[in-house]
């Protein structure tokens, strides 16, 4: 059964523009807080960002949930919610597993860190088989969202200007040149481990949103 066509399609770029200017917004402002070293708590100058609470990681859930609701009422909806939410699950499993080979020091095999880098990629278009819609549009907002990171990294590392952008993580060995610490530490991060993140967070919530509304709809139509 193939998804639903029916109503007006939103276009891609109409869809991620006013989010991926907020993401922007939120990125700049975490930036400025840091560098003004404002709260901790808010702007957290730690390596990985200390999951500050004000950042970009948090807006895949707001942004999934409200993708996947102007796609349902302009007929993109998934063929089976059900379907949806399950190759999400299975997303996670594959991420979850590609961390684990890549990170984890009592794995050790030739490669470890590449096989579980293309597990971790793999990981992203996973939720595409279950909506396709969705994930196309949450793929495009991850790289919307984080490719103005991988930049602002690169003059953040290479200004040492004090913040999250630039801060390596104390345990884990740093290459002797710029670029490639620049490729371990921003590149990889961002274009592979985000960008599958934000796929399935935003995929998982938006699926069960959707689940929950069609369910309240056909109750609702009962009840009539």
Same mark, same amino acid.
């Given at each position: 059964m193939a998804e639903t066509n029916s109503g007006t399609r939103p276009s891609?770029?109409?869809? *991620?523009?006013?989010?991926?200017? *907020? !993401?922007? #917004?939120? !990125?700049?402002?975490?930036? =400025?807080? &840091?560098? &003004?070293?404002?709260?901790?708590?808010?702007? %957290?100058? %730690? /390596?990985?960002?200390?999951? #500050?609470?004000?950042?970009? #990681?948090?807006l895949p859930i707001i942004f999934g949930t409200y993708f996947a609701l102007k796609l349902s009422s302009s007929g993109e909806g998934p063929a089976s919610a059900g379907k949806s939410i399950?190759?999400? =699950? =299975?997303?996670?499993?594959?991420?979850v597993l590609g961390g684990f080979l890549a990170f984890a020091p009592q794995v050790k095999f030739p490669g470890k860190m590449l096989v579980g880098i293309v597990l971790i990629a793999a990981s992203a278009v996973i939720p595409l088989s279950g909506w396709s819609a969705l994930g196309k549009v949450l793929l495009a907002y991850a790289f919307a969202?984080?490719?103005?990171?991988?930049?602002?990294?690169?003059?953040?590392?290479?200004?040492?200007?004090?913040?999250? $952008?630039? /801060?390596? +993580? +104390? &345990?884990?060995? =740093? +290459?002797?040149?710029?670029?490639?610490? $620049?490729?371990?530490?921003?590149?990889? +991060?961002?274009?592979?481990?985000?960008?599958? $993140? !934000?796929? *399935?967070?935003?995929?998982l919530f938006g699926s069960v949103v959707t689940a929950i509304a069609r369910r309240g709809k056909t109750a609702a139509q009962g009840a009539s």
């Open positions: 891609m770029k109409s869809l *991620i523009l006013f989010p991926a200017i *907020i !993401t922007l #917004a939120v !990125t700049l402002l975490r930036l =400025v807080g &840091e560098l &003004e070293h404002w709260s901790p708590v808010l702007f %957290n100058r %730690n /390596a990985g960002g200390g999951a #500050a609470l004000v950042g970009i #990681a948090w399950g190759f999400v =699950v =299975v997303a996670i499993a594959v991420f969202a984080r490719i103005p990171v991988v930049l602002l990294m690169f003059f953040a590392m290479r200004g040492s200007w004090g913040t999250h $952008y630039d /801060a390596l +993580p +104390p &345990e884990q060995p =740093v +290459p002797a040149t710029f670029g490639a610490q $620049y490729i371990q530490f921003a590149v990889v +991060p961002q274009l592979v481990f985000w960008i599958a $993140y !934000t796929v *399935i967070l935003g995929g």
